[in-house]
């Protein structure tokens, strides 16, 4: 299957995509074909291009609305012939049209035990809310955010200690562990979204 990776930064998960596909033994039937960035200059592009992958900077403040961003990434994911789209820290919320036209192909990961703490400060709420225990999902996107149905999880414990950095490091290294594997499900047709948003496990 043909990938495509939308990313916002650092791009540990992109490094832990790329990194599985090209383990011949991971066996993950995933090419990464393209990956787009709606912010230039960010470390995740230079993954990309050191991996030889192609790199698409697409701006979403060079487009009127939300739809039209989407739009603009959708020609490039078509172009590329991508079958699955990863977000891996992506920072926009994606239109009803694009989540409806990807529908069943697109997953995220998420920084927290879903469905608990979604958002974009999972980790600081997580602190503030004394939470012993977090850790990193994996789901497919609907319209909702961070709603989907999931595909992996890993629990992280939390410690006293623990500030932001710390939890974060902690967490992403399950992330990178939990996305590999959530994609290779979807492209080996292990998993597959029901018509009711559930997943149906095949070939167990
Ligand atoms: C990860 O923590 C991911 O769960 C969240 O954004 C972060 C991206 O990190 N959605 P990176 O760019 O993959 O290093």
Same mark, same amino acid.
């Not at 709606?38 to 192609?54: C, F, M, Q, S, T």
């Not at 409806?100 to 997580?126: D, M, Q, T, Y």
């Not at 994996?138 to 709603?147: K, P, R, T």
């Given at each position: 299957?043909?990938?495509?990776?939308?990313?916002?930064?650092?791009?540990?998960?992109?490094?832990?995509?790329? #990194?599985?596909? $090209? &383990?011949?033994?991971?066996?993950?039937? !995933?090419?990464?074909? @393209? /990956?787009?960035?709606? +912010?230039?200059? /960010?470390?995740?592009?230079?993954? !990309?291009?050191?991996?030889?992958?192609?790199?698409? %900077?697409?701006?979403?403040?060079?487009?009127?609305?939300?739809?039209?961003?989407?739009?603009?990434?959708?020609?490039?994911? /078509?172009?590329?012939?991508?079958? *699955?789209?990863?977000?891996?820290?992506?920072?926009?919320?994606?239109?009803?049209?694009? %989540?409806?036209?990807?529908?069943?192909? =697109?997953?995220?990961?998420?920084?927290? @035990?879903?469905?608990?703490?979604?958002?974009?400060?999972?980790?600081?709420?997580? @602190?503030?809310?004394?939470?012993? /225990?977090?850790?990193?999902?994996?789901?497919? %996107?609907?319209? #909702?955010?961070?709603?989907? !149905? =999931?595909?992996?999880?890993?629990?992280?414990?939390?410690?006293?200690?623990?500030?932001? %950095?710390?939890?974060?490091?902690? *967490?992403? $290294?399950?992330?990178?562990?939990?996305?590999?594997?959530?994609?290779?499900?979807?492209?080996?047709?292990?998993? +597959?979204?029901?018509? #009711?948003?559930?997943?149906?496990?095949? &070939? @167990?």
């Amino acid at each position: 299957k043909k990938v495509g990776v939308l990313i916002s930064g650092s791009g540990t998960n992109l490094q832990a995509l790329i #990194d599985a596909s $090209k &383990n011949v033994t991971y066996q993950m039937g !995933a090419e990464i074909v @393209l /990956v787009i960035s709606n +912010k230039p200059g /960010v470390k995740g592009l230079d993954r !990309a291009h050191n991996a030889g992958i192609k790199t698409k %900077v697409i701006k979403h403040v060079d487009y009127k609305d939300r739809e039209a961003f989407d739009k603009a990434m959708d020609t490039e994911l /078509v172009q590329q012939g991508v079958d *699955i789209i990863c977000l891996a820290g992506f920072m926009r919320i994606l239109s009803p049209w694009f %989540v409806k036209k990807w529908r069943g192909a =697109i997953i995220n990961i998420h920084p927290s @035990l879903l469905p608990s703490f979604k958002g974009a400060n999972a980790h600081e709420e997580v @602190l503030k809310y004394g939470a012993r /225990v977090s850790g990193c999902t994996v789901h497919f %996107v609907n319209e #909702d955010i961070d709603s989907g !149905a =999931i595909i992996e999880q890993e629990a992280v414990p939390v410690m006293p200690t623990d500030t932001k %950095v710390t939890l974060e490091e902690r *967490i992403k $290294k399950a992330e990178h562990k939990v996305f590999p594997k959530a994609l290779k499900l979807l492209a080996t047709n292990q998993i +597959k979204l029901k018509d #009711d948003n559930t997943i149906e496990w095949l &070939n @167990l």
